[in-house]
C-alpha cells in the first residue's frame, strides 16, 4: 500500500513538474514577444542609413518612390538624391490621341527645377499629336545645367517630332548637343534633325558618341552623315536610311582611325512605288568595309515593291540580318541565297502563291550561319522544307513558320511534318498559329 502512494506521488510530482515547466516556457515566450513588440515600437525607420534606404528605393516605381518620401524627412532626402535622378522617361500624351499615362505636369516641373542638372539617361516617348511632341522640345530647351550620356526621342506614331516646325525642333535638340559634351547614344528616328545641328553634335561630342540611330530622318544628307562618320571615331552602331548610305561613308567608316563598328542598320523603304531611285554601293566599298569590320552585323530591313528590287543583291552584299516587310518575289529570294553568304537571319512578311522550294534549298546549302528565320504569308512544300530543316539541322535556333505556309504533298502530312521537323532540331517543334516576330 505504501508503495502505491509512493508511486502516485512520484507521477503527481512529475506532472506539478511538467505544469511548472510549461508555465515556465509559456511565460518565456511571453517576455520574448512584449520584448519584439516594445523593440518594434521604439525603432525608428526614419532613422535608417540613407544608403540603405536609397537601395530600396531604386526597387520602387516612381509613384511608389513618391509616396514613401512622404514617411519623413529623411526618406524625403532620400527621394532627391541624385542617384535617383540619373534615368528617366518622359512619358508625354494627349488624352485624345492616346491612352497611355503621362507623366504629370507638377513632376516635370520639380524635374526641371530640381533635378535637371542629375540627369543623364533621358527619353521621350511621345504620342502622335503636336502638343506631345512640342512638349519634349519645351522640356529640351530647359535642359541647360545637364550633361546627358543618352537622349532617345521616341514617336509611337506619326507624325509626332515631324509635325513640328523645324526651326523649334533644332533649337531645342541643340540645347542638349552644346550642353552635353558627353552624350553616347542618340535615338533620334523620325525627326527632323539636319545637316547643321549634325555638325553641332560632332563639335562638341565627337569623343564620345558610339551610337546614332536617326532613321526616316528626310533633312539629313549623305554629306551630313559623312561628317559624323568622318569625325565620330569611336562610333559602334549606326543606323539609317539606305540614301544616306554611299560608297564614301563606308570607305569613311573602314579607316584606320575608326573603331570597328559593331552593328549597321540599313531602312530601304518606299512609300510609292516608282517614285523612288535607289542607287548601288559598290561591291569594293563593301568589301573594304567588312575587312575593316569583319564581325559586324549588318542588318537590313526592306519595304519595297517588287519592281523596286532590281539594284539590290546583283552581287555579293555582308547582310547578316534581312527583314521583307512587302511582298517580295521568288527571283529576290533566289538571288539572297546567292549573295548573302553571312546570313544569319532571315524574315519573310510575304511572297505569293508559288513554293520557295528551290529558294530555301539554295539559302540552306550557301548561308553556313543561317540560324533564324521566318516565314509568313508564302508557299513551301513540306517535303522541301523538311530538307531545309535537316541541312541547317540544330543550328536553326529560331524556326518560325506559320502553318498555312505549308504544303502537305506525297511525302509529308501536316501531321507528319511535326515529328519529322522535330527529329532534325533536336526538340520540340510545331507550326506557328499566327506570326511571332
Given at each position: ?15 506539478d513538474s511538467g505544469h511548472d515547466s510549461s508555465e515556465e516556457g509559456i511565460a518565456e515566450k511571453s517576455k520574448r514577444l512584449r520584448t519584439a513588440s516594445e523593440h518594434s ?151 527632323p534633325v539636319d545637316d547643321p545641328s549634325l555638325k553641332v553634335l560632332v563639335a562638341n561630342n565627337s569623343d564620345t558618341l558610339k551610337l546614332l540611330k536617326m532613321s526616316s ?221
Amino acid at each position: 500500500m505504501m508503495n502505491f502512494f509512493l508511486n502516485r506521488m512520484k507521477r503527481g510530482g512529475g506532472r506539478d513538474s511538467g505544469h511548472d515547466s510549461s508555465e515556465e516556457g509559456i511565460a518565456e515566450k511571453s517576455k520574448r514577444l512584449r520584448t519584439a513588440s516594445e523593440h518594434s515600437q521604439t525603432c525608428d525607420w526614419g532613422n535608417l542609413l540613407q544608403d540603405i534606404v536609397l537601395q530600396v528605393f531604386k526597387y520602387l516605381p516612381l509613384l511608389d518612390r513618391a509616396h514613401a518620401s512622404q514617411v519623413c524627412r529623411n526618406w524625403n532626402q532620400v527621394f532627391h538624391m541624385p542617384d535617383l535622378w540619373r534615368c528617366f522617361e518622359f512619358e508625354l500624351n494627349q488624352p485624345a490621341t492616346s491612352y497611355l499615362k503621362a507623366t504629370h505636369p507638377e513632376l516635370i516641373k520639380q524635374i526641371i527645377k530640381r533635378h535637371s542638372n542629375h540627369l543623364q539617361y533621358v527619353s521621350f516617348k511621345v504620342d502622335s499629336s503636336k502638343e506631345s511632341a512640342e512638349a519634349a522640345c519645351d522640356i529640351l530647351s530647359q535642359l541647360v545645367n545637364c550633361s546627358l550620356k543618352t537622349l532617345g526621342l521616341i514617336s509611337t506614331a506619326r507624325p509626332s517630332f515631324m509635325d513640328l516646325p523645324k526651326s523649334h525642333f533644332i533649337s531645342a535638340l541643340t540645347v542638349v548637343f552644346v550642353n552635353s559634351k558627353s552624350l553616347s547614344s542618340l535615338k533620334i528616328d523620325d525627326t527632323p534633325v539636319d545637316d547643321p545641328s549634325l555638325k553641332v553634335l560632332v563639335a562638341n561630342n565627337s569623343d564620345t558618341l558610339k551610337l546614332l540611330k536617326m532613321s526616316s530622318c528626310p533633312h539629313v544628307s549623305p554629306a551630313g552623315i559623312l561628317c559624323v562618320a568622318d569625325q565620330c571615331h569611336g562610333l559602334r552602331e549606326l543606323a539609317l536610311n539606305y540614301h544616306l548610305l554611299s560608297d564614301e561613308l563606308l570607305l569613311a567608316l573602314s579607316s584606320e582611325k575608326h573603331v570597328r563598328l559593331e552593328h549597321l542598320r540599313i531602312d530601304v523603304v518606299s512609300e510609292n512605288p516608282g517614285q523612288t531611285h535607289f542607287h548601288t554601293i559598290q561591291k569594293s566599298s563593301w568589301d573594304a568595309f567588312i575587312r575593316h569590320s569583319p564581325k559586324v552585323n549588318l542588318v537590313m530591313y526592306f519595304f519595297l515593291y517588287e519592281e523596286e528590287f532590281d539594284p539590290f543583291f546583283r552581287y555579293e552584299i555582308p547582310a547578316t540580318h534581312l527583314y521583307f516587310g512587302r511582298s517580295v518575289s521568288k527571283d529576290v529570294l533566289g538571288r539572297v541565297g546567292m549573295t548573302c553568304p553571312r546570313l544569319v537571319e532571315l524574315v519573310v512578311c510575304a511572297n505569293g502563291l508559288r513554293p520557295l522550294d528551290e529558294e530555301l534549298i539554295r539559302i540552306a546549302e550557301r548561308c553556313k550561319n543561317l540560324s533564324a528565320i521566318g516565314l509568313g504569308e508564302c508557299e513551301v512544300s513540306c517535303s522541301a522544307f523538311v530538307e531545309f530543316v535537316k541541312m541547317c539541322g540544330g543550328r536553326l535556333s529560331q524556326l518560325s513558320i506559320m502553318e498555312e505556309v505549308l504544303i502537305p504533298d506525297q511525302k509529308y502530312s501536316l501531321e507528319q511534318i511535326h515529328w519529322e521537323v522535330s527529329k532534325h532540331l533536336g526538340r520540340v517543334w510545331f507550326p506557328d498559329m499566327m506570326p511571332t516576330w
